[in-house]
């Protein structure tokens, strides 16, 4: 970094994408969480936050790299989608 | 309502419990995540948010009746806590 800049840091903080799923019934939204879980435990990796309620679950991923997005990691925004297609 | 609040309507938010559980590694949340799962279907009810990444899970509880709390919402609140220390 710069001269300018001694004494200072970088804290950055990694892309993220976020995608909010709604579902009708809390039963939806239960089968969606536990294959969330399995997709996870298939891919190694976990969201960085999930926030849900009976119908609804808010999904956040950040890049695998910490800087970046990368193919792997629209896959697995790719899977997380499918899995609440499933579930319609 | 008093005449002087005609054509308003009241929006009361329930009173809500607020608690966060920390975890040291991922399948220590996953497990407590799991478990509050199953007392959920127990109990027949279910957390008003949960929000949660690898090693952490806000939980928001409301009133069941949506109005005060009552001592059946102490003991879904207490048997949550007792999840965490089963993990522990």
Known sequence: MSDALQGWERRDKPPTLFRRFAFERY??????LDALSALCDEFGRHPQNIN???????????AA????FAPQDEVFAARISALAEQGE
């Open 65 to 68: 790299d910490g800087q970046a």
């Open 52 to 62: 849900f309620g009976t119908t609804y679950v808010n999904v956040t991923l950040e």
């Open 27 to 32: 039963a939806q939204t239960r089968a969606f």
